[in-house]
């Protein structure tokens, strides 16, 4: 047996022990292999350049600025990859995550991203960087009629992108739920009660838009901006504290504001268009229909050339 002691009693021929008094000196670790350092030829498959290559959701409590100047320590994800010339057989991926631990106690913005890009680009030797941080991030919400309050959480996200031309961009991600009455069942049960003095209960759902925007150069928005201007648009965000008089409250802004998911797409994009904050942005609505057994789904773009397209499809993680 090569890792096992055998049945007749023989010793395992490889020994399997782990030394935990051992410390490298500078010397072993100079000695110690580098895969990177391997020959062109031991390449597999294509010579050719990959587009991106990192690591993806490792985690850390990061502290992240608000928008009146506080801070807020949100369990945050963070994907990084970078570019991979066609010679290389791999990048050090462990050089990521270290180059953004030198950051750990930052207070990050947006603008944070920028500066860890460009130091884990030089950390790595690559030409093009890219860095994703997600996070739940709490907003108070006061109730509609009550005076209660309760935290809504958004999943929320900064992203940079930086080129080897120097060229940096910055997004913001950002979910907002949201309840959709429909216009069309609304009317059909008002008919039903005039013309038959049926009643009947208009049919409506949660709902998810789901929104990436590019900031102007120069120019910044805050999440909370965001949230703002999602409310702004669609008026019938989901509720976090309610009592009865709430509830009412509820169901009476749902019904001065009706819309189909191509009203709520066009709704964002109005007020988004309109911010000079943002450049560009997709935005991507699911409607969980509560008459169909499938939802209704729209995709906007600002429209601006070489910039976002309307080419979503990943209307399943909208399910909220």
Not at 20 to 36: G, L, V, W
Not at 82 to 96: C, D, F, H, T, Y
Not at 221 to 243: F, G, S
Not at 301 to 313: E, H, I, N, T, Y
């Given at each position: 047996?090569?890792?096992?002691?055998?049945?007749?009693?023989?010793?395992?021929?490889?020994?399997?022990?782990?030394?935990?008094?051992?410390?490298?000196?500078?010397?072993?670790?100079?000695?110690?292999?580098?895969?990177?350092?391997?020959?062109?030829?031991?390449?597999?498959?294509?010579?050719?350049?990959?587009?991106?290559?990192g690591v993806s959701n490792f985690k850390l409590p990061l502290r992240i600025r608000t928008k009146k100047g506080g801070t807020l320590t949100l369990e945050t994800s963070v994907t990084g990859t970078v570019s991979l010339e066609a010679e290389l057989k791999g990048i050090n991926m462990s050089r990521i995550v270290?180059?953004?631990?030198?950051?750990?106690?930052?207070?990050?913005?947006?603008?944070?991203?920028?500066?860890?890009?460009?130091?884990?680009?030089?950390?790595?030797?690559?030409?093009?960087?890219?860095?994703?941080?997600?996070?739940?991030?709490?907003?108070?919400?006061?109730?509609?009629?009550?005076?209660?309050?309760?935290?809504?959480?958004?999943?929320?996200?900064?992203?940079?992108?930086?080129?080897?031309?120097?060229?940096?961009?910055?997004?913001?991600?950002?979910?907002?739920?949201?309840?959709?009455?429909?216009?069309?069942?609304?009317?059909?049960?008002?008919?039903?009660?005039?013309?038959?003095?049926?009643?009947?209960?208009?049919?409506?759902?949660?709902?998810?838009?789901?929104?990436?925007?590019?900031?102007?150069?120069?120019?910044?928005?805050?999440?909370?901006?965001?949230?703002?201007?999602?409310?702004?648009?669609?008026?019938?965000?989901?509720?976090?504290?309610?009592?009865r008089e709430d509830e009412q409250a509820f169901a009476e802004l749902n019904g001065a504001n009706l819309k189909f998911v191509e009203d709520a797409a066009r709704l964002l994009y109005r007020?988004?268009?309109?911010?000079?904050?943002?450049?560009?942005?997709?935005?991507?609505?699911?409607?969980?229909?509560?008459?169909?057994?499938?939802?209704?789904?729209?995709?906007?773009?600002?429209?601006?050339?070489?910039?976002?397209?309307?080419?979503?499809?990943?209307?399943?993680?909208?399910?909220?």
């Amino acid at each position: 047996m090569y890792l096992h002691r055998s049945a007749a009693g023989s010793k395992a021929r490889i020994s399997r022990t782990y030394d935990a008094r051992f410390r490298p000196s500078a010397k072993y670790r100079r000695s110690m292999p580098d895969i990177m350092d391997v020959a062109h030829d031991a390449i597999q498959g294509a010579h050719v350049p990959i587009q991106q290559v990192g690591v993806s959701n490792f985690k850390l409590p990061l502290r992240i600025r608000t928008k009146k100047g506080g801070t807020l320590t949100l369990e945050t994800s963070v994907t990084g990859t970078v570019s991979l010339e066609a010679e290389l057989k791999g990048i050090n991926m462990s050089r990521i995550v270290r180059s953004f631990y030198d950051h750990k106690s930052d207070v990050f913005t947006g603008e944070s991203v920028g500066r860890i890009l460009k130091s884990y680009l030089r950390s790595v030797e690559s030409k093009d960087a890219r860095l994703r941080l997600s996070f739940s991030y709490p907003i108070l919400q006061k109730s509609l009629r009550s005076g209660l309050s309760g935290y809504q959480f958004y999943r929320a996200g900064f992203e940079g992108v930086l080129t080897h031309t120097g060229e940096y961009r910055r997004f913001v991600h950002f979910e907002f739920v949201y309840s959709s009455a429909c216009p069309c069942s609304a009317e059909l049960a008002e008919h039903a009660r005039d013309t038959r003095k049926v009643f009947g209960v208009p049919h409506s759902q949660r709902s998810k838009a789901r929104l990436i925007l590019e900031e102007s150069k120069g120019k910044k928005i805050w999440i909370e901006d965001v949230q703002a201007l999602c409310l702004k648009a669609l008026r019938t965000e989901t509720q976090v504290m309610v009592k009865r008089e709430d509830e009412q409250a509820f169901a009476e802004l749902n019904g001065a504001n009706l819309k189909f998911v191509e009203d709520a797409a066009r709704l964002l994009y109005r007020v988004f268009d309109a911010d000079p904050r943002v450049r560009d942005f997709q935005i991507a609505c699911s409607h969980l229909e509560s008459l169909h057994s499938h939802d209704a789904v729209s995709v906007i773009c600002k429209g601006v050339q070489g910039g976002f397209k309307a080419d979503f499809m990943d209307f399943q993680s909208l399910v909220c």
